[in-house]
């Protein structure tokens, strides 16, 4: 029963339109009038509270740091040293853009802020070249979600702090995920070109391969920077988000200077947006989660769950198909804040490691990001790439695939995420 009523208070209250923040608040009422439980300075305190985290501040700082990358032209820079390196090859401009891909999300950990990068940068140059406009638009969707997972990883700070895990280890352990991620792109995309005539353009002296290297050297520090900082203890990840930050801004107002201090406003002003819809949404989730405690929801769970427990694999495999399915109708940071608290004692009373757990659950849900209909990076990309959604999704869907088909492989074999992250983290 009370069960039912979370989720048919939480999927009434977005049915009639209500924003999923205030959605989560009006389930958080629900169960607190089931409970007899309902105080008013009690929802107050757990909201404030919700939002009142040390290592929450890691969220508007790397936002901040997206946000300058993509002004400053650090962005474009290592667009410019993918296309040197890759671009003159048989579909070259696809691999381009999944080495950008990834090299960014080793920037800004942010899929929206990389998928729009990404599709102002290389959509135009894709088309131009003669590649269909639906599967370049679906080959940068699919390369926009490996932002959540390579660090440093806006997701990952939410689930280890949703979670109580170290967002460091989580940071680590998800290094390998995302390139192999990546690697599936690769050969995704090689296959569906295999049979295109189109003209590659000259391969790149090593004098231009050279220089542009040397302009993409500052942004590619970045996340040199950061990785040595958290392997050697230097400093927290929330620590970690102000120096990217930091160094963002000093490379593009100073070394590259494109970013002047009038726009640096504008700037504020775009992450200081994104933040407080984030942070709110994260303060209202974690008033529903002290509800799903004091309800038992999660006993309940394992107790559904509890056929699958004495078999990791076919539990993870439960999980998996459970969080793919909500994430064709919720957004990544929603999902999270609900099912971390459920779950949780699920994994935990099986035995699964944490933060491999937390690692394949970013995984699905930054995969879900693409899913239809919500599919909040299809949106991205088809709005700035002036494209049809249903364009954009016919394009994802074999990125997609191969996605799932990883991720699902590393459910298989869970050492080709633990194996790593022990070698990352020592």
Same mark, same amino acid.
């Given at each position: +029963?009370?069960?039912?009523?979370?989720?048919?208070?939480?999927?009434?209250?977005?049915?009639?339109?209500?924003?999923?923040?205030?959605?989560?608040?009006?389930?958080?009422?629900?169960?607190?009038?089931?409970?007899?439980?309902? &105080?008013?300075?009690?929802? #107050?305190?757990?909201?404030?509270?919700?939002?009142?985290?040390?290592?929450?501040?890691?969220?508007?700082?790397?936002?901040?740091?997206?946000?300058?990358?993509?002004?400053?032209?650090?962005?474009?820079?290592?667009? &410019?040293?993918?296309?040197?390196?890759?671009?003159?090859?048989?579909?070259?401009?696809?691999?381009?853009?999944?080495?950008?891909?990834?090299?960014?999300?080793?920037?800004? /950990?942010?899929?929206?802020? &990389?998928?729009?990068?990404?599709?102002?940068?290389?959509?135009?140059?894709?088309?131009?070249?003669?590649?269909?406009?639906?599967?370049?638009?679906?080959?940068?969707?699919?390369?926009?979600?490996?932002?959540?997972?390579?660090?440093?990883?806006?997701?990952?700070?939410?689930?280890?702090?949703?979670?109580?895990?170290?967002?460091?280890?989580?940071?680590?352990?998800?290094?390998?995920?995302?390139? %192999?991620?990546?690697?599936? %792109?690769?050969?995704?995309?090689?296959?569906?070109?295999?049979?295109?005539?189109?003209?590659?353009?000259?391969?790149?002296?090593?004098?231009?391969?050279?220089?542009?290297?040397?302009?993409?050297?500052?942004?590619?520090?970045?996340?040199?920077?950061?990785?040595?900082?958290?392997?050697?203890?230097?400093?927290?990840?929330?620590?970690?988000?102000?120096?990217?930050?930091?160094?963002?801004?000093?490379?593009?107002?100073?070394?590259?200077?494109?970013?002047?201090?009038?726009?640096?406003?504008?700037?504020?002003?775009?992450?200081?947006?994104?933040?407080?819809?984030?942070?709110?949404?994260?303060?209202?989730?974690?008033?529903?989660?002290?509800?799903?405690?004091?309800?038992?929801?999660?006993?309940?769970?394992?107790?559904?769950?509890?056929?699958?427990?004495?078999?990791?694999?076919?539990?993870?495999?439960?999980?998996?198909?459970?969080?793919?399915?909500? /994430?064709?109708?919720?957004?990544?940071?929603? #999902?999270?804040?609900?099912?971390?608290?459920?779950?949780?004692?699920?994994?935990?009373?099986?035995?699964?490691?944490?933060?491999?757990?937390?690692?394949?659950?970013?995984?699905?849900?930054?995969?879900?990001?693409?899913?239809?209909?919500?599919?909040?990076?299809?949106?991205?990309?088809?709005?700035?790439?002036? +494209?049809? +959604? &249903?364009?954009?999704?016919?394009?994802?869907?074999?990125?997609?695939?191969?996605?799932?088909?990883?991720?699902?492989?590393?459910?298989?074999?869970?050492?080709?995420? #633990?194996?790593?992250?022990?070698?990352?983290?020592?």
């Amino acid at each position: +029963m009370t069960i039912a009523i979370f989720l048919g208070s939480l999927l009434l209250a977005m049915a009639i339109g209500m924003p999923i923040s205030f959605a989560l608040l009006a389930s958080g009422v629900a169960l607190m009038w089931q409970l007899d439980l309902f &105080d008013a300075q009690i929802l #107050t305190q757990n909201l404030i509270g919700g939002a009142d985290s040390f290592p929450l501040l890691a969220v508007p700082f790397f936002m901040l740091a997206g946000e300058i990358m993509n002004a400053g032209g650090l962005s474009k820079r290592i667009v &410019d040293l993918a296309l040197a390196l890759v671009g003159h090859v048989r579909g070259g401009l696809g691999y381009v853009t999944i080495m950008a891909g990834c090299l960014l999300s080793a920037l800004s /950990g942010s899929a929206v802020a &990389d998928a729009a990068a990404l599709t102002a940068l290389l959509l135009p140059m894709m088309v131009r070249a003669g590649h269909d406009r639906a599967r370049s638009g679906g080959l940068i969707a699919a390369t926009g979600i490996i932002g959540p997972v390579i660090p440093p990883s806006i997701g990952l700070v939410i689930f280890g702090v949703a979670a109580n895990v170290s967002i460091s280890k989580l940071f680590m352990a998800a290094i390998v995920p995302g390139l %192999l991620i990546g690697g599936a %792109l690769w050969i995704t995309w090689a296959w569906l070109v295999r049979r295109e005539k189109i003209e590659p353009p000259p391969r790149k002296s090593r004098q231009e391969i050279w220089a542009a290297a040397r302009e993409a050297g500052w942004a590619l520090m970045l996340p040199v920077i950061i990785l040595v900082g958290l392997r050697m203890g230097v400093f927290t990840p929330t620590e970690a988000a102000v120096v990217a930050a930091v160094y963002a801004f000093f490379v593009a107002a100073c070394i590259y200077r494109e970013l002047s201090f009038k726009e640096l406003y504008a700037v504020f002003v775009s992450a200081a947006k994104t933040s407080a819809v984030v942070m709110f949404l994260i303060a209202a989730a974690m008033v529903s989660a002290w509800l799903i405690t004091v309800a038992d929801l999660p006993g309940k769970v394992v107790g559904m769950l509890e056929p699958f427990l004495g078999n990791k694999i076919l539990l993870m495999i439960a999980i998996m198909l459970l969080v793919m399915a909500v /994430g064709t109708a919720m957004d990544m940071t929603p #999902t999270i804040l609900i099912l971390t608290p459920v779950l949780m004692p699920v994994v935990k009373a099986a035995g699964i490691d944490p933060v491999y757990f937390g690692v394949m659950f970013i995984i699905n849900n930054s995969i879900g990001l693409i899913t239809p209909p919500v599919g909040v990076v299809l949106n991205v990309v088809a709005g700035v790439g002036k +494209m049809r +959604m &249903d364009e954009v999704t016919r394009g994802v869907l074999p990125f997609m695939a191969a996605q799932f088909a990883i991720m699902f492989l590393m459910v298989l074999f869970p050492q080709l995420v #633990t194996v790593p992250a022990r070698w990352f983290h020592g």
